[in-house]
């Protein structure tokens, strides 16, 4: 253990966060890179431009606003991207943060990745006490998938997944619903997933950066798309809650679990507890918001003094919005410019 770690490794106990409607903030995602091996058409453009190394935060600095964060009463804390696991230190990163949860002040450890490198990883993050992750998988066709991707390969993500499960993680995947490319194949994503013991969430499109296409064409409404699994499967509703924003249903025929993410047809904002961390250490208190917070600053301008940062964490808070409100429409520019690979799914 360095010097550094010893300062942070038991954060102080302090005040537990909640915003100006009373909602206790939780639970943070913290985005560790804004780069991907991936380039998904509803995500990013085809050539994106990726932050300067300086302008990103460092494992270490990463790790102290996280246990930051733990201080203050954060008891779960998700990992994303870009993809996590192709940050440099990612590793390390997870391993200095589960000491947090061998002391019990963080309840869940966990990320979402798009799988590429899962198949090495999957045994090591099991070993560090990571219990769920969320793999993100939009077709089962290694065509659809690599158009989607703009290039990915499906039998990686495959391997990912026989990995993840060998090492006992519970995993979630994740489907963007999008009306050309994948509707028609949502009822074999969900057979998929529940066969394999997996639990299946879909997602509506988000507006969110300027992204090639045109989000319109791409949307569809997942109130749609449940009317559709329900003439083919009985979906009740369960109280199954992650403290994430989807709504769940327990499908009767295959016993697994159907998530919907309905952040344009229905919103979910009076329970939110979660607020982001980009790579460079802005605090977004809400997705649908240009509301931003500078955390590198007290950071970086006070190596060995956690309290201006802790100060700028719950000036951020104070900024959250009663709710987001998020329209996609002919010619209308994107609710927030950031792409979703800079604030993190
Ligand atoms: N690279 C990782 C992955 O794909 O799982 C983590 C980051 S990715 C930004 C997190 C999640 O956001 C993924 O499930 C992805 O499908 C979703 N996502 C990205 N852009 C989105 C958008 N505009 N609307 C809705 N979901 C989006
Ligand atoms: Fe990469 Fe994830 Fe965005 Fe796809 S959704 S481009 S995998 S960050």
New binding site residues.
Partial sequence: MTPFDADIATPPRTLALADPFGRTIDYLRVSVTDR?D???VY??SEKMRFLPKPEVLTIEELDRLCSAFIGLGTKKLRLT???PLVRRGFMALVERLSRHLRSGALRELTLTT?GTQLAQHAAELARLGVKRINV?LDSLNPAVFARL?RGGDLNRVLAGLDAASAAGLKVKLNTVALARENRAEIPALLQFAHRRGFDLTLIETMPMGEIDEDRTEQFVSLAEIKAELASIWTLNPAAHATGGPARYFRVEETGGLLGLITPLSEHFCETCNRVRVTCTGTLHACLGHDDATDLRAPLREHPSADAPLIAAIRRGIALKPERHDFRIGMGEAPAVARH??TTG?
Avoid: V
Wanted: charged fraction near 15%; charge should be neutral; glycine fraction near 20%.
């Fill in positions: 991907c991936l380039r998904c995500c990013m991207g870009g993809e798009n993100s991707t979703m690979s799914g």
